[in-house]
C-alpha cells in the first residue's frame, strides 16, 4: 500500500518561499514509472498541476510556475520536495503530493491528504 504525506508551514510570508515535502511509505521514489507529482488547488478553483519527478529524477514544471518553481528529492528518506519562490496570495493552495503514471494520459492513482498553505503577511 502506498502511502504520501504532505509536511511543511501552513503559513508563508509574500516574496517568501513555500516549501513542502512528501514522505512516501510503500513504494520507492526510485523505481518504476512513476512521476511524483505535486498538484495545488486555490480556493473555490480547479487543480493545477505544478510540477514532477520522474524515478531517474528527471523534473518537470508547469510553464506558467517554472521561473520560481523547483522539485528535489532526497533518496535515502524517500521524499521529494517543492520549492516555490517569490510567492504571492495567488499562490494559497490546498497542496497535494500524488503518484502519476502515464498510458496515454496521465493518471494519479494516490494521493497525500494535501496541506492548506497560506500566503499572506
Known amino acids: 500500500q502506498v502511502q504520501l504525506q504532505e509536511s511543511g508551514p501552513g503559513l508563508v510570508k509574500p516574496s517568501q518561499t513555500l516549501s513542502l515535502t512528501c514522505t512516501v511509505s510503500?513504494?520507492?521514489?526510485?523505481?518504476?514509472?512513476?512521476?511524483w507529482t505535486w498538484i495545488r488547488q486555490p480556493p473555490g478553483k480547479g487543480l493545477e498541476w505544478v510540477g514532477a519527478i520522474h524515478n531517474d529524477g528527471s523534473t518537470y514544471y508547469s510553464p506558467s510556475l517554472k521561473s520560481h518553481t523547483s522539485i528535489s528529492r532526497d533518496t535515502s528518506k524517500n521524499q521529494f520536495s517543492l520549492q516555490l519562490t517569490s510567492v504571492t496570495p495567488e499562490d494559497t493552495a490546498m497542496y497535494y503530493c500524488a503518484r502519476g503514471l502515464y498510458s496515454g494520459s496521465y493518471y494519479y492513482d494516490y494521493w497525500g491528504k494535501g496541506t492548506l498553505v497560506t500566503v499572506s503577511s
Open positions: 510503500g513504494g520507492s521514489i526510485t523505481t518504476g514509472y512513476y512521476y
